[in-house]
């Protein structure tokens, strides 16, 4: 039985993800539909890579993948399915699927007609692309059928990790639902004396470093490696993007002593 994930936009109020699910299954009746997220910010495309990122190593090999955020959709961008981490990834190649599909991997642009549910609208390719292709995959194709091989996939920018002098120099990537701050910085750069500093609309703050919320009092920040293996800044019993004014972007500064 294939499995079937999606990571979008379109949130819960609509039915765009159930038009697509119904695509699926009128194509693979057997197919195990899983929601990874609906709910990142429309248009975020970074957003949708992180999360997908986040969850599809854990799902089992052979893991179909579908993620639309589109804010392209009908404009240049190829629709791409890609075999890459012993999984394949569904979605217009616009970046969203760089950080979960990474190297190796095979790229193919959705040319076929099978893997196309006609016609396509030019505003709605997750119900006319996406879903087709991976009905069709979930029911027994390869992904070479989809259509020709692409040389490459297109990158996020790459998080920045900088030294300078005794600093490591990041930026926060992603805040997620509670409010804390993911970083770009891993832990092999968070030495056990390092003293942390992030800036955001509030001010400059310096957080504890710790191993979990428990380690400081509510109301204060603390900094630890989150579930990731990337530094996080966190507020104990509260939101550390709200008290900071941090968001995607904001400087994170590492000295390695006071």
Do not use: C
Not at 13 to 21: E, I, L
């Amino acid at each position: 039985m294939a499995i079937v994930t999606f990571t979008t936009d379109f949130g819960f109020s609509d039915g765009y993800v159930g038009a697509m699910k119904g695509v699926v299954l009128s194509l693979a009746p057997d197919a195990r539909l899983i929601d990874i997220t609906h709910g990142i910010a429309p248009q975020d495309v970074a957003g949708g890579a992180i999360a997908l990122a986040q969850a599809a190593p854990l799902f089992p090999r052979g893991t179909i993948h579908v993620a639309v955020v589109d804010p392209g959709v009908g404009g240049a961008r190829a629709d791409v399915v890609v075999a890459a981490a012993g999984a394949i990834f569904i979605g217009p190649d616009n970046g969203v699927l760089s950080l979960a599909a990474a190297e190796p991997r095979q790229v193919y642009r959705i040319d076929a007609g099978a893997f196309r549910r006609e016609p396509v609208s030019p505003t709605f390719h997750g119900r006319d692309v996406f879903a087709p292709a991976a009905g069709r995959l979930a029911a027994g194709a390869a992904p070479a059928d989809a259509g020709p091989l692409l040389p490459s996939l297109v990158e996020l920018d790459p998080p920045l990790v900088r030294r300078v002098g005794d600093r490591v120099e990041g930026r926060v990537t992603h805040v997620d639902g509670f409010g804390n701050l993911l970083t770009s910085l891993g832990a092999d750069v968070v030495a056990p004396e390092a003293q942390i500093e992030i800036t955001g609309r509030e001010g400059t703050f310096r957080p504890a470093l710790g191993k979990t919320f428990a380690d400081v009092a509510p109301g204060e920040l603390v900094a630890y490696i989150g579930s990731s293996g990337l530094l996080e800044i966190g507020l104990r019993d509260g939101s550390a993007a709200a008290a900071t004014g941090a968001g995607r972007g904001s400087p994170v500064r590492l000295r390695s002593g006071p």
